[in-house]
């Protein structure tokens, strides 16, 4: 079994910035897609970005160019650097990894959240 924990949220300021951590523990053969989500109060899910294998990354049209994605292939950890933080960024930011506990054992896990709040 795959577990996720994310760090690294908290209260900062308009245009202020944080770090937001994932790392995984149990065994894992291989990981297809790590990325990052968002629940705002009484809004659905929303994908914020994610990064395949092959380091390709994709971004939400709201963070693009505010947010980065990146991941450290021997921790199997993802990271979302986050600047610019704007009010509406407000929300519990999600971990989710696609990946093989071993060949042809597909796992899906998301992590239990960390709440991210911008205000002044």
């Known amino acids: 079994q795959v577990h996720l924990v994310e760090s690294g949220g908290g209260l900062v300021q308009p245009g202020g910035s944080l770090r937001l951590s994932c790392a995984t523990s149990g065994s894992i053969f291989s990981i297809y897609v790590m990325g990052w989500y968002r629940q705002a109060p009484g809004k659905q899910r929303e994908l914020v970005a994610t990064s395949t294998r092959g380091n390709s990354a994709n971004y939400a049209d709201s963070v693009k160019g505010r947010f980065t994605i990146s991941r450290d292939a021997d921790k199997n950890a993802v990271y979302l650097q986050m600047s610019n933080l704007k009010p509406e960024d407000t929300a519990v930011y999600y971990c989710?990894?696609?990946?093989?506990?071993?060949?042809?054992?597909?796992?899906?896990?998301w992590g239990q959240g960390t709440q991210v709040t911008v205000s002044s």
């Open positions: 989710h990894v696609v990946g093989e506990i071993i060949p042809g054992h597909q796992f899906s896990d």
